[in-house]
Protein backbone atom coordinates (compact mmCIF):
# COMPACT_ATOMS: atom_id res chain seq x y z
CA UNK A 1 0.00 0.00 0.00
CA UNK A 2 1.11 3.69 -0.95
CA UNK A 3 2.29 6.21 1.63
CA UNK A 4 -1.33 7.07 2.61
CA UNK A 5 -2.61 3.94 3.29
CA UNK A 6 -3.52 2.36 6.52
CA UNK A 7 -0.58 -0.03 6.69
CA UNK A 8 2.27 2.11 6.77
CA UNK A 9 0.29 4.03 9.20
CA UNK A 10 -0.19 1.62 11.50
CA UNK A 11 3.11 0.13 11.29
CA UNK A 12 4.30 3.24 12.82
CA UNK A 13 1.24 3.09 15.75
CA UNK A 14 0.31 0.22 16.70
CA UNK A 15 -3.08 -0.54 19.51
CA UNK A 16 -3.65 0.13 22.52
CA UNK A 17 -5.93 2.74 22.20
CA UNK A 18 -8.69 3.93 19.48
CA UNK A 19 -10.15 7.11 19.33
CA UNK A 20 -12.61 7.54 16.65
CA UNK A 21 -13.85 11.03 15.28
CA UNK A 22 -17.20 11.90 13.03
CA UNK A 23 -16.12 14.49 10.96
CA UNK A 24 -17.79 17.95 11.63
CA UNK A 25 -21.04 19.24 10.18
CA UNK A 26 -21.08 18.82 5.90
CA UNK A 27 -22.50 21.29 3.74
CA UNK A 28 -24.37 17.97 2.65
CA UNK A 29 -25.52 17.21 6.45
CA UNK A 30 -27.08 20.80 6.14
CA UNK A 31 -28.50 19.61 2.32
CA UNK A 32 -29.94 16.55 3.56
CA UNK A 33 -31.70 17.88 6.87
CA UNK A 34 -33.07 20.88 4.92
CA UNK A 35 -34.72 18.38 1.84
CA UNK A 36 -36.07 16.20 4.82
CA UNK A 37 -37.82 18.93 6.16
CA UNK A 38 -39.05 20.54 3.08
CA UNK A 39 -40.10 17.13 2.16
CA UNK A 40 -38.21 17.00 -1.37
CA UNK A 41 -37.41 14.08 -2.92
CA UNK A 42 -33.61 15.33 -3.64
CA UNK A 43 -31.00 16.33 -1.78
CA UNK A 44 -29.46 19.70 -3.24
CA UNK A 45 -25.72 18.96 -2.89
CA UNK A 46 -22.67 20.69 -4.34
CA UNK A 47 -20.67 18.18 -5.16
CA UNK A 48 -20.14 14.45 -5.40
CA UNK A 49 -20.32 12.58 -1.87
CA UNK A 50 -16.54 12.30 -1.82
CA UNK A 51 -15.81 16.13 -2.50
CA UNK A 52 -18.45 17.42 -0.30
CA UNK A 53 -17.26 20.08 2.22
CA UNK A 54 -16.81 20.90 5.89
CA UNK A 55 -20.06 23.97 6.63
CA UNK A 56 -18.90 27.10 7.99
CA UNK A 57 -20.53 25.29 11.68
CA UNK A 58 -18.30 21.97 10.78
CA UNK A 59 -14.50 24.43 10.30
CA UNK A 60 -15.52 25.67 14.04
CA UNK A 61 -16.64 22.12 15.04
CA UNK A 62 -12.97 21.20 13.89
CA UNK A 63 -11.22 23.53 15.63
CA UNK A 64 -12.94 23.12 18.87
CA UNK A 65 -11.87 19.32 18.36
CA UNK A 66 -8.38 20.36 18.09
CA UNK A 67 -8.28 22.58 21.08
CA UNK A 68 -10.20 19.44 23.00
CA UNK A 69 -7.45 16.87 21.92
CA UNK A 70 -4.59 19.34 22.52
CA UNK A 71 -5.13 18.65 26.23
CA UNK A 72 -4.21 15.14 25.85
CA UNK A 73 -0.76 14.89 28.00
CA UNK A 74 1.91 14.60 25.37
CA UNK A 75 2.51 10.77 26.22
CA UNK A 76 -0.95 9.75 25.94
CA UNK A 77 -1.64 11.46 22.32
CA UNK A 78 -1.92 9.00 18.81
CA UNK A 79 0.84 8.20 16.92
CA UNK A 80 -0.88 8.07 14.29
CA UNK A 81 -4.41 10.14 12.55
CA UNK A 82 -5.56 8.20 9.76
CA UNK A 83 -8.63 9.70 7.40
CA UNK A 84 -11.38 8.97 5.53
CA UNK A 85 -10.01 10.25 2.45
CA UNK A 86 -13.77 12.04 2.00
CA UNK A 87 -13.28 15.65 2.16
CA UNK A 88 -15.39 16.28 5.10
CA UNK A 89 -13.44 14.12 7.61
CA UNK A 90 -10.28 14.69 5.94
CA UNK A 91 -10.49 18.30 6.70
CA UNK A 92 -11.89 18.03 9.95
CA UNK A 93 -8.56 15.81 10.48
CA UNK A 94 -6.03 18.24 9.60
CA UNK A 95 -8.12 20.82 11.09
CA UNK A 96 -7.71 19.18 14.47
CA UNK A 97 -4.57 17.92 14.01
CA UNK A 98 -3.48 21.61 13.20
CA UNK A 99 -5.63 23.14 16.24
CA UNK A 100 -4.21 20.49 18.51
CA UNK A 101 -0.47 21.30 17.60
CA UNK A 102 0.41 17.97 17.09
CA UNK A 103 3.50 17.40 14.75
CA UNK A 104 1.28 14.71 13.01
CA UNK A 105 0.56 14.11 9.23
CA UNK A 106 -3.02 13.04 8.46
CA UNK A 107 -2.77 9.75 6.00
CA UNK A 108 -6.20 8.10 4.38
CA UNK A 109 -7.57 4.95 4.06
CA UNK A 110 -10.12 3.92 1.39
CA UNK A 111 -11.49 1.95 3.58
CA UNK A 112 -12.88 4.21 6.31
CA UNK A 113 -15.17 5.93 4.06
CA UNK A 114 -19.07 6.36 4.42
CA UNK A 115 -21.35 3.74 2.90
CA UNK A 116 -22.11 4.13 -0.77
CA UNK A 117 -25.68 4.53 -1.81
CA UNK A 118 -25.54 3.19 -5.31
CA UNK A 119 -28.18 4.23 -7.20
CA UNK A 120 -30.33 5.79 -4.41
CA UNK A 121 -27.41 8.52 -3.66
CA UNK A 122 -29.04 12.05 -3.21
CA UNK A 123 -31.99 10.37 -2.57
CA UNK A 124 -34.33 11.02 0.90
CA UNK A 125 -36.32 8.60 1.96
CA UNK A 126 -39.29 10.23 0.06
CA UNK A 127 -37.22 10.24 -3.30
CA UNK A 128 -36.66 6.51 -2.62
CA UNK A 129 -40.13 5.51 -2.38
CA UNK A 130 -41.61 8.02 -5.72
CA UNK A 131 -38.42 6.85 -7.91
CA UNK A 132 -37.29 2.99 -6.43
CA UNK A 133 -40.58 1.73 -4.93
CA UNK A 134 -39.27 -2.14 -5.30
CA UNK A 135 -35.95 -0.85 -3.54
CA UNK A 136 -38.15 0.93 -0.52
CA UNK A 137 -39.78 -2.33 -0.19
CA UNK A 138 -36.61 -4.36 -0.17
CA UNK A 139 -34.89 -2.51 1.85
CA UNK A 140 -37.97 -2.05 4.08
CA UNK A 141 -37.47 -6.15 4.41
CA UNK A 142 -34.09 -6.79 4.63
CA UNK A 143 -33.45 -4.20 6.95
CA UNK A 144 -30.28 -1.62 7.34
CA UNK A 145 -27.31 -3.93 7.92
CA UNK A 146 -28.23 -6.48 4.96
CA UNK A 147 -29.48 -4.33 2.29
CA UNK A 148 -27.49 -3.46 -0.35
CA UNK A 149 -28.76 -0.98 -3.15
CA UNK A 150 -28.07 -1.63 -6.49
CA UNK A 151 -24.34 -0.09 -7.31
CA UNK A 152 -23.70 0.70 -3.43
CA UNK A 153 -23.03 -1.20 -0.46
CA UNK A 154 -24.97 -2.89 2.82
CA UNK A 155 -24.05 -2.26 6.46
CA UNK A 156 -22.35 -5.32 6.61
CA UNK A 157 -20.28 -4.28 3.29
CA UNK A 158 -18.75 -1.72 5.58
CA UNK A 159 -18.21 -3.70 8.39
CA UNK A 160 -16.16 -6.23 6.26
CA UNK A 161 -13.94 -3.06 5.18
CA UNK A 162 -13.47 -2.32 9.13
CA UNK A 163 -12.55 -5.87 9.75
CA UNK A 164 -9.28 -5.63 7.66
CA UNK A 165 -8.51 -2.31 8.74
CA UNK A 166 -8.96 -4.17 13.06
CA UNK A 167 -7.26 -6.99 11.51
CA UNK A 168 -3.75 -4.72 11.21
CA UNK A 169 -4.23 -3.04 14.07
CA UNK A 170 -4.61 -6.15 16.20
CA UNK A 171 -1.41 -8.11 14.53
CA UNK A 172 0.47 -5.14 14.39
CA UNK A 173 3.20 -4.14 17.53
CA UNK A 174 1.46 -2.64 20.98
CA UNK A 175 2.16 0.37 23.28
CA UNK A 176 0.68 3.20 20.65
CA UNK A 177 -2.49 4.93 19.65
CA UNK A 178 -4.33 5.69 16.56
CA UNK A 179 -6.91 8.24 16.50
CA UNK A 180 -9.66 7.51 13.38
CA UNK A 181 -11.75 10.39 11.50
CA UNK A 182 -14.19 8.75 9.54
CA UNK A 183 -18.36 8.76 9.29
CA UNK A 184 -21.25 7.92 11.65
CA UNK A 185 -22.19 4.90 10.04
CA UNK A 186 -18.68 3.66 9.93
CA UNK A 187 -18.31 4.47 13.71
CA UNK A 188 -21.49 2.65 14.64
CA UNK A 189 -20.32 -0.64 12.82
CA UNK A 190 -16.71 0.03 14.43
CA UNK A 191 -18.83 -0.99 17.71
CA UNK A 192 -20.92 -3.25 16.14
CA UNK A 193 -17.63 -4.95 14.87
CA UNK A 194 -15.47 -4.46 18.14
CA UNK A 195 -18.45 -5.72 20.89
CA UNK A 196 -19.65 -8.43 18.57
CA UNK A 197 -22.71 -6.81 18.55
CA UNK A 198 -25.80 -9.03 17.10
CA UNK A 199 -28.12 -7.31 14.55
CA UNK A 200 -30.82 -6.65 16.78
CA UNK A 201 -28.13 -4.95 18.84
CA UNK A 202 -27.18 -2.69 16.39
CA UNK A 203 -30.13 -2.28 14.70
CA UNK A 204 -31.55 -0.95 17.73
CA UNK A 205 -28.73 1.39 18.85
CA UNK A 206 -28.86 2.98 15.29
CA UNK A 207 -32.41 3.39 15.82
CA UNK A 208 -32.03 5.03 19.20
CA UNK A 209 -28.79 7.11 18.92
CA UNK A 210 -27.11 8.94 16.34
CA UNK A 211 -23.57 9.98 16.12
CA UNK A 212 -22.45 13.55 16.75
CA UNK A 213 -20.21 15.83 14.20
CA UNK A 214 -16.76 15.85 15.66
CA UNK A 215 -18.14 13.56 18.90
CA UNK A 216 -15.04 11.62 20.23
CA UNK A 217 -15.58 7.84 20.73
CA UNK A 218 -12.43 6.08 22.81
CA UNK A 219 -11.96 2.22 22.97
CA UNK A 220 -8.73 1.02 24.80
CA UNK A 221 -6.86 -2.16 25.10
CA UNK A 222 -4.11 -1.32 27.66
CA UNK A 223 -2.29 -5.08 27.18
CA UNK A 224 -2.22 -4.14 23.29
CA UNK A 225 -3.82 -7.41 22.26
CA UNK A 226 -7.65 -9.15 22.55
CA UNK A 227 -10.76 -7.36 22.70
CA UNK A 228 -11.35 -4.15 23.06
CA UNK A 229 -13.36 -1.87 25.98
CA UNK A 230 -15.74 1.23 25.24
CA UNK A 231 -14.51 4.08 27.55
CA UNK A 232 -16.68 6.71 26.08
CA UNK A 233 -18.78 6.85 23.31
CA UNK A 234 -20.23 10.00 21.19
CA UNK A 235 -18.69 12.69 23.46
CA UNK A 236 -19.06 16.15 21.93
CA UNK A 237 -18.93 18.08 25.37
CA UNK A 238 -16.05 19.93 24.02
CA UNK A 239 -18.21 21.62 21.32
CA UNK A 240 -21.05 22.80 23.92
CA UNK A 241 -17.54 24.33 26.45
CA UNK A 242 -15.90 26.27 23.97
CA UNK A 243 -19.37 27.32 22.41
CA UNK A 244 -19.91 25.84 19.31
CA UNK A 245 -22.96 24.45 18.01
CA UNK A 246 -23.48 21.04 18.64
CA UNK A 247 -25.57 19.08 15.36
CA UNK A 248 -27.11 15.84 15.08
CA UNK A 249 -27.55 15.15 11.57
CA UNK A 250 -28.90 11.62 11.83
CA UNK A 251 -29.60 9.19 8.93
CA UNK A 252 -33.12 7.36 8.57
CA UNK A 253 -34.08 5.72 12.02
CA UNK A 254 -36.17 3.17 10.07
CA UNK A 255 -33.90 0.40 10.24
CA UNK A 256 -35.03 -2.99 11.70
CA UNK A 257 -36.40 -5.47 9.02
CA UNK A 258 -40.03 -5.36 8.51
Not at 131 to 139: H, Q, S
Not at 143 to 160: I, N, Q
Not at 185 to 192: E, K, N, P, S
Not at 244 to 257: F, I, L, N, Q, R
Amino acid sequence: MNDDGLTQAVQEAGAVELLLIRHGESEGNVAATEARLAGAEVIDVPARDADVNLSNTGQEQAKALGTALARIAEEARPDAVVSSPYARALQTAEVAVEAAGWPLKVRTDERLRDRELGILDRLTRLGVEARYPEEAERRSWQGKLYYRPPGGESWADVALRLRSVLAELNNLGTGHRVMLVCHDAVIMLFRYVLEGMSEREILDLAASESVLNASITRYVRPSGAGPWTLESFNVADHLAEQGVEVTEHAGDSSVHPR
